[in-house]
């Protein structure tokens, strides 16, 4: 039978010259406005970030996933909006970095699946320039659609104004949003500040949504909003395929808290679609791991809390017991450095940590590594990225490294690959892996015959 079509509907992708730009809260903003409307909004992430999703999720009320054309892979993606298509009344696409920015790019996905384009300009030092942007943006390659341009950080009614008569197309005039405390969205070392540490994040999107609400783009209703319709078409052909029960009946111990909170929502959805049961728990918080045979310690912020760790020793006695008894770990960036003997912060502070790596990590004021990689493990290859301000100095031999992106180079060598542990159960590595690119190398990562 032919796969069924999925409806047109709305859809969007919010993009930027550069990072920093305010794509973030723009998005969030009219995805905020719109879920307020009563509308049903999907959005999702283009790219490998783990922090914006919470502020989106936040703002739409829905689970946000990632888009990446390598990372998560063209069927992915295909899968995943034709999903939501099925369901939402818009869909909204937060590109990365500039909008020609990396490879591939969030241009390459917009081309791909005919999104929409929208332009956000932080045009709080400028005037006349912010006109020529805007025409290069829509011009610069051929094949994108254009959803107008929206000023950011404005000064005044009368900036915006001079702002809005530079343009070339006044069509193409979405609005601007005023320089405003009450909707910044603070950040630090490796993003935003998730929107769960912050006790007015809601109140916060809602004064963007309410900002928003007074330009043309948040003047758009039902009808207006079908100028973006896209029809979102099944995938040719699927991605690689789930082995069945390959985890039935194991219970996958995962770290979550404010401390180890850098998880692809996709990443537990895998993991469950192999048959496994995940029990959470906090490293912070809680005396022990629960009663699991595979522990996952993903990555986040242990350099932010290494006091608290270093004084919870009831939780590195029971994760010794585990390794000891050669159960699996997999730990990505943030979970491997809590695996090391020391962990030293940026001011200088050092604390105790887990002891099961030999060595120490020391926080840097200027980032270590970034970008797209792929990584050999477990007999076989998973896609993801690295991106962290640590190093490590340790007596261990990589028993592997990543290797950078296909029209990708390293700088220097790939991210070590540590393997540890009575019968080799524990690896470890700064790579953050993408768990659906090889649904049978995750499995195996988890299974404690595959270590022996």
């Known amino acids: 039978m032919p796969k069924a079509s999925a409806p047109a509907v709305p859809a969007i992708l919010v993009a930027a010259p550069a990072s920093g730009q305010g794509k973030t809260t723009v998005a969030c903003a009219l995805a ?3 879920t307020r409307q009563g509308r049903r909004v999907r959005a999702f992430k283009c790219g490998p970030d783990f922090l914006d999703p919470y502020w989106l999720t936040l703002a739409s009320g829905a689970p946000v996933h990632q888009l990446d054309l390598w990372m998560t892979g063209e069927a992915d993606c295909a899968q995943r909006l034709h999903a939501a298509a099925q369901e939402a009344d818009l869909i909204i696409v937060e590109g990365v970095m500039g909008l020609f920015d ?3 790019s969030a241009a390459d996905l917009a081309q791909r699946f005919g999104l929409p384009v929208l332009a956000v300009i932080d045009a709080s030092a400028m005037a006349g320039t912010f006109g020529a942007l805007a ?3 829509q011009h610069y390659r051929e094949g994108l659609r254009f959803a107008g341009v929206l000023a950011n950080r404005v000064a005044s009614p009368g900036h915006a104004a001079m702002l809005e ?3 070339r197309d006044a069509a193409q005039w979405q609005g601007a949003l005023m320089r405003s405390e009450a909707f910044t969205l603070p950040e630090r070392h490796l993003g935003l500040v998730m929107s769960d540490e912050l006790g007015d994040a809601l109140p916060r999107l809602d004064a963007a949504a309410d900002a928003l609400a007074s330009t043309p783009l948040g003047q758009m209703g039902a009808t207006e909003l079908q100028g973006w319709s896209v029809d979102f078409e099944p995938p040719a052909s699927p991605g ?3 082995p069945a029960g390959a985890l039935q009946g194991r219970t996958i111990a995962v770290a979550r808290d404010a401390a180890f909170c850098f998880i692809y929502a996709a990443n537990l959805d895998c993991l469950r679609a192999l048959g496994a049961r995940l029990a959470f728990f906090s490293p912070l918080a809680d005396p022990s ?8 310690l993903p990555g986040g912020y242990p350099e932010l809390h290494g006091a608290t760790l270093a ?6 006695d029971s994760i010794a017991a585990h390794v000891q008894a050669g159960k699996p770990v997999w730990a990505e960036c943030g979970g491997m450095m809590a695996l090391f003997e020391r962990l030293t912060t940026a001011d200088g502070s050092s604390h105790a940590m887990w002891g099961v790596l030999p060595g120490s990590v020391t926080l840097q004021k200027r980032l270590a590594a970034l970008g797209p990689q792929q990584l050999d493990v477990a007999g076989g290859s998973l896609r993801g990225h690295t991106f962290h301000y640590s190093t490590c100095a340790t007596p261990l031999q990589a028993a592997g490294r990543t ?3 296909p029209g990708r180079k390293l700088r220097g060598e790939g991210e070590a690959l540590y393997v540890v542990g009575p019968t080799a159960s524990v690896r470890a590595s700064y790579f953050h892996a993408w768990f659906a690119s090889s649904p049978a190398t995750t499995a195996r990562l988890f299974l404690k015959d595959s270590h022996e």
């Open 32 to 34: 905020r406005l719109h």
């Open 102 to 104: 990396g490879e591939p």
């Open 135 to 137: 025409w290069g943006l």
């Open 165 to 167: 008569g530079g343009l």
């Open 240 to 242: 690689d395929a789930f």
């Open 289 to 296: 791991l629960p009663e699991c045979d595979a522990l996952w």
């Open 311 to 316: 004084a919870n020793r009831a939780m590195k």
């Open 403 to 405: 290797q950078a992106a």
